[in-house]
């Protein structure tokens, strides 16, 4: 079954300290996979995708298939990356399934 | 990217009423969607709408309960029927471009009574 799992539900970190926001993803096929965000009163967004392999405000994702993971990740978190995050994967005619989500909160 | 609005942008209703959603896009799209985020949760694909033809509704979503419209490329409709208090939910409205990247509209947040 095609499936993203975000275990967090919750993750709060102290600013300037990494951080790293869980997913792992069930699909047989070639997966494409996506991070978006929302912010406070903000519409959801798209924030990177795999296939670009670009930083986007710090943040990066790297696909790994023997893992079956995009984990997020940025060196040093700042109190504006404060959002909810949500993993999402591209099941083809563009379809997206997405994950629970990660509310990422980060502490002065 | 595009941008789209939604209206309303939150309405209270009465159980066994209906309220149509309109999703607006500022330029042509080539797919439009239909989410729901129940409060907490995470968004759950309704449907694909389809220009000129029905749209095609995932698992446990039926054209009975939530009819949808979309007549042109920029335009689309989603219609909450003969709602429950377990409709009540925030629906979004996205769109794809052929750049693969999908944008979403505000959200419409709904509560039935």
């Known amino acids: 079954a095609q499936r993203v799992t975000q275990p967090e539900k919750l993750l709060s970190v102290f600013k300037g300290a990494p951080v790293e926001l869980k997913c792992n993803y069930s699909?047989?096929?070639?997966?494409?996979l996506f991070w978006y965000v929302q912010y406070s009163r903000q519409r959801l967004q798209l924030l990177l995708r795999?296939?670009s392999r670009e930083s986007i405000k710090g943040f990066t994702a790297d696909l790994n298939k023997g893992e079956t993971s995009f984990h997020l990740k940025k060196p040093f978190a700042q109190e504006e990356d404060s959002a909810m995050y949500y993993c999402?994967?591209?099941?083809?005619?563009?379809?997206?399934?997405f994950g629970a989500g990660t509310r990422l909160f980060v502490k002065a | 990217s595009a941008v789209i609005s939604q209206k309303p942008s939150r309405d209270i209703c009465q159980r066994g009423t209906s309220l149509t959603i309109q999703c607006q896009v500022d330029?042509?799209?080539?797919?439009m969607f239909w989410y729901r985020q129940q409060p907490g949760q995470s968004l759950t694909l309704i449907a694909t709408a389809n220009q000129g033809s029905e749209a095609t509704y995932e698992s446990g979503f039926v054209i009975d309960k939530f009819p949808i419209s979309r007549p042109n490329l920029t335009f689309s409709t989603l219609t909450v029927s003969n709602m429950s208090p377990e409709d009540s939910s925030i629906y979004l409205c996205?769109?794809?471009?052929?750049?693969?990247?999908?944008?979403f509209g505000p959200g419409t947040r709904l509560t039935v009574l």
């Open positions: 330029s042509q799209v080539t797919m």
């Open positions: 795999h296939i």
């Open positions: 699909y047989s096929g070639s997966p494409e």
């Open positions: 996205s769109g794809y471009r052929d750049s693969n990247e999908q944008f």
């Open positions: 999402a994967l591209n099941t083809g005619g563009f379809k997206t399934i």
